[in-house]
């Protein structure tokens, strides 16, 4: 089957959500009855891929944070400045409709975001993902992202590692 063409957008408040099933309770909870306040509170930012009858076939989250220096592996602390914390973007959630699942479209939406985070004039030094469970962290892994010593279901991924396009 081939994945068919999605337009990348914001979510927007008029979208239908009820009908997104990734297959997971909480990431569809969330995306159905909580972000729409975590928007609106500016405390995350939420991008959906849409079909052309406007379905959403996939979203994820963006949203400021930060990470100890003591939670990151220690070869990577070493080339960094002294400071108590870096500065990160997390994704949040990432959640794919079960009926596109298996095309590419979780690693289309993970490319989107280092490009969004990559173009943004704001700095970080890295992308921060929390994996739900070992295939998801595998899935991160899989894409470059290091776990943390401490919370092996916390990855990251340098952004100085990431290809300019």
């Known amino acids: 089957m081939r994945l068919p063409p999605f337009r990348l957008a914001l979510l927007d408040a008029s979208l239908e959500r009820t009908g997104f099933d990734s297959g997971s309770q909480a990431l569809d909870r969330y995306f159905r009855e909580q972000v729409s306040q975590d928007v609106r509170r500016r405390v995350a930012t939420c991008f959906v891929a849409l079909t052309d009858d406007q379905r959403v076939a996939a979203y994820y989250t963006l949203a400021s944070a930060s990470v100890p220096l003591t939670a990151l592996p220690v070869d990577v602390v070493k080339k960094l400045p002294r400071y108590r914390a870096v500065p ?12 596109f699942k298996g095309q590419g479209l979780g690693g289309a939406m993970l490319a ?18 929390d994996a739900k469970d070992e295939s998801a962290a595998r899935f991160y892994r899989h894409h470059g992202f290091i776990a943390l010593p401490e ?15």
């Open 88 to 99: 990160v973007v997390r994704m949040g959630r990432l959640a794919v409709d079960q009926v």
């Open 151 to 165: 919370s092996p279901l916390t990855l990251f991924l340098p952004l100085a590692s990431v290809p300019r396009s």
């Open 112 to 129: 989107d975001a280092l490009m969004r985070v990559m173009r943004s004039e704001i700095a970080a030094y890295a992308l921060l993902v």
